[in-house]
């Protein structure tokens, strides 16, 4: 057996059995990746994949137990070429973070920026994707790092971290009632049309928790995934909006003002997330370091080989 026939099972279960799309994925032709699996199958004695004719249908129970095997063996294999490439660049290489927009735009920035600053030769990959993406571009290891609000404790083979809290604001031009009213509840929103963020980013399922509590219906007129997009449409007064505290940092303008809406909506929890089991090098370290002062080598070290349950930090 090898590995060429790892990442060809692989893969297949990646692509939902379909091997022309696993084929194409790998650079290669699809009768090559049927017979590697096939060989496979022959070698082990067991079928890794029920067939009807040519096309795979499922995976078998015995199948099962092999695909997580061939999950850790590859893990393994991408831990020893980053270790070579550790040892033999110590302070250089690819850092590969996926992320949403919120924390691309306003959290990574100054990061980034110390990052190069402490290793002028690493270059960053930013990959900017829905929460549930980053999760997956972690675990098939397209990034090394993930970092988002939602979904991230979701995935039992992810190592997720608290990095920071943070809370909704509301965002109103400077002549609105709300800019001044002594304390706003969720009747006062009601009546507001409403633009916010996309039901799958950015601690929305909060707010949407919060209203169908009191049983009230907002009207939200505008959902968006980019923070800069609903401050737009405020200025333009199609509503008011709900944005992320971080998005208003920067903002000095005279023309917009932000509440705080942590008693409405309670607070949220960024995490960064790192694959089970990787070998991480040490930039990455210095990277995770760099975003919070919760986050350390020693607690990821730790969290990494199971002796912190990363779930209840």
Not at 201 to 230: N, Q, Y
Not at 302 to 308: E, I, K, Q
Request: glycine share 6%.
């Amino acid at each position: 057996m090898n590995l060429h026939q790892f990442r060809f099972v692989q893969e297949a279960a990646r692509r939902n059995l379909n091997l022309t799309e696993a084929a194409k994925a790998l650079h290669t032709s699809q009768p090559g990746v049927s017979k590697a699996i096939i060989e496979l199958e022959e070698e082990l004695g067991v079928d890794i994949f029920a067939r009807h004719g040519k096309r795979l249908k499922r995976i078998t129970e015995p199948g099962q137990h092999v695909l997580k095997s061939i999950e850790l063996i590859m893990r393994e294999v991408g831990n020893l070429k980053r270790i070579g490439e550790q040892f033999s660049a110590q302070d250089s290489g690819t850092l590969s973070i996926a992320t949403t927009h919120t924390q691309a735009r306003y959290v990574l920035p100054h990061a980034v920026a110390k990052l190069r600053s402490s290793y002028p030769k690493v270059n960053i990959s930013l990959h900017q994707a829905t929460p549930h993406e980053v999760a997956r571009m972690v675990l098939d290891e397209v990034a090394e790092v993930g970092m988002a609000t939602e979904s991230l404790a979701d995935y039992p083979d992810l190592v997720t971290l608290p990095c920071y809290e943070w809370q909704h604001v509301l965002v109103v031009p400077s002549g609105h009632p709300l800019a001044t009213k002594e304390r706003i509840g969720l009747d006062d929103l009601a009546n507001e049309p409403l633009i916010t963020y996309h039901p799958s980013f950015t601690g929305r399922g909060k707010v949407d928790a919060a209203f169908a509590t009191r049983k009230i219906e907002p009207r939200i007129v505008l959902e968006a995934i980019d923070s800069d997009v609903i401050k737009t449409y405020v200025r333009l007064g199609l509503g008011i909006g709900i944005v992320a505290e971080m998005a208003m940092r920067d903002d000095h303008g005279q023309d917009l003002v932000s509440r705080p809406m942590g008693h409405l909506f309670g607070q949220s929890v960024a995490r960064v997330a790192f694959k089970r089991g990787a070998y991480l090098r040490n930039f990455v370290y210095k990277f995770a370091e760099t975003l919070s002062d919760r986050l350390s080598r020693d607690l990821i070290l730790r969290a990494m080989s199971g002796h912190v349950n990363d779930y209840e930090l």
